[in-house]
């Protein structure tokens, strides 16, 4: 069945250092989106792409699609303690739609 | 965030007990979604409703239940769960299917199955 994969499962940075998280799937995708969720809390929607070779990027937030639309990443330039939590992307083959496991990233002061 | 809420937040029972799960949307989305989410795997897709009819049934034990009376409710009967059970039980919603539109979560309701 199609799976969804993301790396590092965890990631301590310290603050004001940059992070990239990466999800990758065994099929073609038809989109992939991107969630947050912090600690406690539940996944809140960040950003869809949906082009080959797109590139989206939301303030300190750069997130990438493949050219085969088979992987993609979000990487935080200069994190900050609010960008702790769980990054969790998510794809879908038709109708199947699948989240990956989540990257945590913990942001030390 | 109101546009999706979950009652009750918190919920303990026992394996002999019947008990529901209920959700709400105010966003008049048409989809609605119910996820399991535990330590140990990611968010796994339970039931999918679109426009009140189920669409998708992961092969979901018989212990839970659902049931979307319309488009603004869903609910999630439980009853003889077993410990590994116990997680985080997420609702969602969206204007139409996942994969196209993005979902809006509800806070949860935190299970444990004593």
């Known amino acids: 069945g199609q799976q969804v994969m993301q790396i590092p499962q965890y990631q301590h940075v310290q603050e004001g250092e940059d992070f990239t998280t990466y999800c990758n799937s065994s099929?073609?995708?038809?989109?992939i989106q991107w969630y947050k969720q912090r600690p406690g809390g539940h996944p809140v929607f960040l950003i869809q792409?949906?082009?080959?070779?797109e590139v989206k990027k939301q303030k300190r937030l750069t997130f990438q699609f493949g050219e085969a639309k088979k992987n993609s990443s979000l990487h935080i330039t200069a994190t900050q303690t609010t960008d702790v939590g769980t990054y969790f992307c998510?794809?879908?083959?038709?109708?199947?739609?699948?989240f990956g496991p989540g990257t945590r990233l913990s942001v030390l002061p | 965030e109101t546009g999706v809420t979950q009652t009750p937040r918190h919920l303990v029972m026992g394996m002999t007990n019947k008990k529901s799960l209920k959700c709400e949307q105010h966003?008049?989305?048409?989809?609605m979604y119910w996820y399991k989410q535990s330590a140990k795997k990611p968010l796994e897709l339970m039931f999918v409703?679109?426009?009140?009819?189920?669409?998708e049934n992961n092969s979901v034990p018989s212990r839970f239940s659902p049931e979307c009376p319309n488009s603004s409710h869903l609910f999630l009967h439980l009853h003889t769960l077993q410990p590994e059970d116990s997680a985080l039980y997420l609702c969602?919603?969206?204007?139409?299917?996942?994969?196209?539109?993005?979902?809006?979560f509800g806070p949860g309701t935190r299970l444990t199955v004593t």
């Open positions: 969602a919603s969206s204007p139409g299917l996942a994969g196209s539109y993005e979902q809006y």
């Open positions: 099929t073609t995708l038809s989109n």
């Open positions: 792409l949906v082009k080959s070779g």
């Open positions: 998510a794809g879908s083959v038709g109708q199947n739609f699948v």
């Open positions: 966003l008049g989305h048409n989809a």
């Open positions: 409703y679109s426009l009140e009819e189920r669409v």
